[in-house]
């Protein structure tokens, strides 16, 4: 359960932070004048950086925990489909054919990967 929301709050977090720093529209300035660093956002941009970086250290912890060819596949896979739907519905960016069929064979991937295969099973326990 502990591990479940772990991955949960990482792909919320991810999304999050993309959403927000495309709403924030601000990369951030960088300058050195005078041997001083400067570095400016605003603040919707930073909480879009702040919660893509808490993601990165969520998703540093996952992949101790999980098998690495399990795990990754899914949360990106999950990741992108949660992308083109927040694009869809927050920014009213057109959602493509290709893009639908795509949504489609990530959750057809996703049903796959987590099938109990009786043979596999048999074979690990030996």
């Not at 772990?6 to 999304?15: D, E, F, N, R, T």
């Amino acid at each position: 359960m502990k591990r479940s929301i772990l991955v949960i709050a990482y792909m919320i977090l991810s999304v999050l932070g993309l959403v927000l720093m495309k709403i924030g529209v601000n990369t951030g300035t960088i300058s050195f004048a005078n041997s001083t660093f400067t570095f400016s956002i605003n603040f919707i941009s930073l909480l879009g950086f702040v919660s893509y970086i808490a993601s990165f250290f969520l998703f540093t912890n996952i992949i101790v925990k999980f098998n690495l060819s399990y795990i990754m596949p899914i949360t990106v896979g999950i990741i992108q489909v949660l992308t083109l739907l927040s694009g869809y519905l927050i920014f009213k960016e057109k959602l493509s054919v290709n893009g639908i069929i795509g949504i489609i064979l990530v959750i057809i991937g996703i049903v796959i990967m987590n099938l109990k295969n009786n043979k596999t099973n048999i074979n690990s326990e030996m």
